[in-house]
């Protein structure tokens, strides 16, 4: 269960009544304070997905002089399989302690575990077999499409053999698909994704992006007018990938092991608050 101090608990209030939005996050210590936001988004489709932004994104990422616009505080917020669970119903506390980044993860394990199975093997060695035919029998069938087209009738009769053929080898075949999806894969999971601007060693503007990897979320209202809830978990700032900088120190520092990846500052802890009004 998250825990908040009644003196938080008093300011969150406070805001609400004021109708002031107010986005607190503290990452290893650092606070994060922002409380103007010029574009905010609710959109309720597929996915919940809710998102505030301090500076209005331009259209363009970058200017015409090729440096890049300052992009400001970004918060992005989503719930997937949310239709059980939103709208909040006043009153109402949802809870959720699954990250997308864990669920990423379950169903890599899962396929995984597939692919290793018995069943899956023999239904590959059943599906390599059957492709093998069918290119076989694509390749002949070409050659007598170029013969009919020149009026070859030997061609036609030959290519009606292969269609059936073919047609009946693909409906005996016991080949089936075989689909991996999570145990559990209609309980809902969120992502949480911050984007807090800096400036490398070059001067140039930049942004990490700070992702909630694993912890919990306990939301107080979620609707088209009003999101409120706190958070408390483990996250992972990144390095911006435009930022050649950190990318070249890392290169210098693992020369042995470059990374190609998703470049990391820095993990450990996150908490924080946040109060959007639409």
Not at 104 to 112: L, N, S, T, V
Not at 136 to 158: F, H, P, V
Not at 235 to 249: E, F, P
Request: a negative charge; glycine letters at 4%; hydrophobic letters at 35%.
């Amino acid at each position: 269960m998250l825990k908040t101090s009644l003196l938080a608990s008093l300011l969150f209030l406070g805001n609400l009544c004021f109708g002031q939005d107010k986005i607190t996050v503290n990452f290893n210590g650092k606070v994060y304070d922002k409380q103007v936001f010029l574009e905010k988004k609710y959109s309720n489709s597929a996915e919940l997905l809710i998102s505030a932004f301090e500076l209005k994104i331009p259209q363009a990422e970058l200017v015409s002089d090729g440096k890049q616009q300052k992009k400001g505080f970004r918060f992005i917020f989503s719930i997937d399989n949310h239709e059980a669970v939103t709208p909040l119903k006043k009153g109402d506390t949802l809870i959720l302690d699954r990250t997308a980044w864990e669920r990423e993860k379950q169903a890599y394990a899962q396929h995984e575990k597939a692919a290793k199975s018995d069943e899956y093997q023999t239904l590959k060695q059943q599906s390599d077999a059957l492709n093998q035919k069918v290119e076989a029998k694509t390749e002949r069938m070409q050659e007598l499409a170029l013969l009919i087209a020149q009026g070859d009738q030997n061609a036609l009769k030959e290519l009606e053999q292969l269609t059936n053929e073919l047609a009946n080898a693909v409906e005996q075949s016991s080949v089936t698909t075989v689909k991996v999806t999570p145990e559990d894969d209609h309980t809902p999971y969120f992502n949480l994704t911050f984007y807090i601007p800096y400036k490398n060693e070059k001067g140039e503007n930049l942004e990490y992006e700070l992702q909630v990897k694993t912890g919990k979320i306990e939301a107080y209202q979620i609707d088209p007018q009003t999101v409120e809830l706190i958070f408390e978990g483990t996250a992972a700032m990144l390095y911006d990938d435009w930022d050649t900088n950190a990318y070249d120190k890392d290169r210098v520092n693992h020369s042995d092991s470059p990374n190609f990846g998703d470049l990391i500052k820095e993990s450990g802890n996150i908490k924080g608050t946040v109060l959007l009004h639409f």
